[in-house]
């Protein structure tokens, strides 16, 4: 493993796009870190609002009317564990994208040295959170924030509360290439209405609520200091020079999209299409 401030890394503060472009620029991040010997770390959003399920996830899981009267997009992620609500406004993403090589081969110690930076701006925000100290059963295994909290990749606020803590932060990784992406929604703000209502179930909103808690619940700051401090930690975190896509990489990512993860042969059935297919 060798010295991530020793080699090239971009900080990218990405703008809102949807959930299947979002989803393919990690692909084409990883083909540019294995390729170019340039590593990624970046902040993004979703436009509009998107439900990511899990790679393994039955969509008869999803509320698809639900999905579509609120106009919440659906995709699908290449990590596992269960769908997340991605709010345009209370949901606050980040990816990191190394060359396997480079990180730790063990998967927790890989997740604890990719958190640190994440860690690292709930500090600065004053927010007092940690990977959780103690697991707590799953309320409905479909929803990734109301599953069994695990402490190897979940983190809670306020760490002091132990077992009565709420998650404000799930992590996922998956290997691609020889590339390692971890990927992470940081909850802002909470959405119970939609965090619910996305699926095909009937669940109170406070049963969100109860499990969940939120930067802005926890400290009270406003979305832009949030996303600047993680930025800046994951910046400082790998030394990173801020950056954009270049224009190689939308155009490839577009078509990704197209033809997996804003197709619904590859939301419902984990299907890729072949380029010209779409």
């Given at each position: ?192 209405h939609a965090h619910v209502g996305v699926f095909d179930t009937d669940l109170a909103e406070s049963t969100f609520?109860?499990?969940v808690t939120s930067v802005r619940d926890e400290v009270g700051v406003d979305r832009e200091t949030a996303v ?51």
């Amino acid at each position: 493993m060798t010295d991530r401030t020793d080699r090239d890394w971009r900080l990218i503060r990405d703008e809102p796009r949807d959930g299947a472009t979002q989803m393919a620029l990690e692909e084409i991040a990883a083909r540019t870190a294995l390729e170019d010997g340039l590593r990624t770390v970046r902040t993004y959003s979703w436009a509009p609002s998107t439900l990511s399920l899990g790679y393994r996830q039955d969509a008869d899981t999803v509320d698809w009317d639900f999905c579509e009267r609120e106009g919440i997009d659906v995709t699908r992620r290449q990590t596992g564990g269960g769908g997340i609500y991605h709010d345009r406004y209370a949901d606050i993403s980040y990816t990191i994208v190394a060359p396997a090589d480079e990180v730790p081969g063990d998967l927790m110690d890989c997740y604890e040295l990719f958190c640190e930076p994440i860690l690292e701006a709930f500090d600065r925000l004053g927010v007092d959170a940690d990977f959780a100290a103690a697991e707590q059963d799953a309320i409905y295994h479909p929803s990734c924030y109301l599953r069994d909290i695990n402490p190897a990749h979940d983190i809670v606020a306020p760490a002091g509360a132990g077992a009565d803590a709420r998650k404000i932060s799930g992590n996922a990784q998956y290997r691609q290439r020889d590339v390692v992406i971890q990927h992470g929604s940081i909850s802002y703000a909470l959405e119970p209405h939609a965090h619910v209502g996305v699926f095909d179930t009937d669940l109170a909103e406070s049963t969100f609520t109860d499990r969940v808690t939120s930067v802005r619940d926890e400290v009270g700051v406003d979305r832009e200091t949030a996303v600047d401090a993680i930025a800046g930690a994951l910046g400082e975190w790998c030394d990173a020079e801020e950056s954009t896509w270049r224009e190689s990489e939308l155009e490839a990512a577009r078509d990704l999209a197209a033809r997996k993860f804003g197709a619904d042969e590859w939301v419902r059935d984990r299907k890729v299409l072949e380029a010209g297919e779409q």
